[in-house]
Nanobody, 127 residues
Framework: HVQLVESGGGSAQPGGSLRLSCVASVFPHSTKCMGWFRQTPGQEREGVAVIDSRGGTAYADSATGRFTISQDNAKDTLYLQMNSLKPEDTAMYYC??????????????????????WGQGTQVTVS
């Protein structure tokens, strides 16, 4: 059973930075697709960025050029470095995992239904 625990959220001023972390329990397979999503009250969950086991990444337009997703496989930890933060980045940020992803399959932030495991979320507030 995959468990995900996020940390690193908090408050920042516009233009500031935060680094989110997500520690994962043991995965059943060596290949996986991991992602960060965010949600504000009354809004649908929005994909931010994804990374697959080969290190391939993809970013939403809102994150491109400002956010960087990375992973430390030895520590089973996923990161999201957020720079040049804007008030519109304020949201609950969730780490998600698709531990059944395989090479050649789609790993996309536009497909939240592909991610069967989610963390509890960490709040980011920019003001």
């Amino acid at each position: 059973h995959v468990q995900l625990v996020e940390s690193g959220g908090g408050s920042a001023q516009p233009g500031g930075s935060l680094r989110l972390s997500c520690v994962a329990s043991v995965f059943p397979h060596s290949t996986k697709c991991m992602g960060w999503f965010r949600q504000t009250p009354g809004q649908e969950r929005e994909g931010v960025a994804v990374i697959d086991s080969r290190g391939g990444t993809a970013y939403a337009d809102s994150a491109t050029g400002r956010f960087t997703i990375s992973q430390d496989n030895a520590k089973d930890t996923l990161y999201l470095q957020m720079n040049s933060l804007k008030p519109e980045d304020t949201a609950m940020y969730y780490c998600a995992a698709n531990p059944f992803w395989t090479y050649g399959a789609i790993c996309s932030y536009t497909r939240p239904a592909d991610f069967g495991y989610w963390g509890q979320g960490t709040q980011v507030t920019v003001s």
